[in-house]
Nanobody, 114 residues
Framework: VQLQASGGGLVQPGGSLRLSCAASGSIFSINVMGWYRQAPGKQREEVAVITSGGSTDYADSVKGRFTISRDNAKNMVYLQMGSLKLEDTAVYYC?????????WGQGTQVTVSS
């Protein structure tokens, strides 16, 4: 399985970005896809996850600002990020969990700066 993330970049506070992640290889029909992030000097943290059935979960820090979605037919997962804050600056990683395996993408940098 390979995960290819894209869509990161530099954005001003209050701006928006959309991250995309394409999964390829042996993808199970039942899985969880998600986004995690790691800021400099901090541990990697969960941002948002979505099951193959469409159930979602968000970190408290992004609720109401970020929206995760997926296209099962294309094995894609998206993260629409709005009202971005300086503290959202991090490397964002795409994640795929299909028991008993966990896969990570290469990460895409999101920088929120004025």
């Amino acid at each position: 399985v390979q995960l290819q993330a894209s869509g990161g970049g530099l954005v001003q506070p209050g701006g928006s970005l959309r991250l995309s992640c394409a999964a390829s290889g042996s993808i199970f029909s039942i899985n969880v896809m998600g986004w995690y992030r790691q800021a400099p000097g901090k541990q990697r943290e969960e941002v948002a996850v979505i099951t193959s059935g469409g159930s979602t979960d968000y970190a408290d820090s992004v609720k109401g600002r970020f929206t995760i979605s997926r296209d099962n037919a294309k094995n894609m997962v998206y993260l629409q990020m709005g009202s971005l804050k300086l503290e959202d600056t991090a490397v964002y990683y795409c994640n795929l969990q299909q028991r008993p395996y966990v896969f990570w993408g290469q990460g895409t940098q999101v920088t929120v700066s004025s």
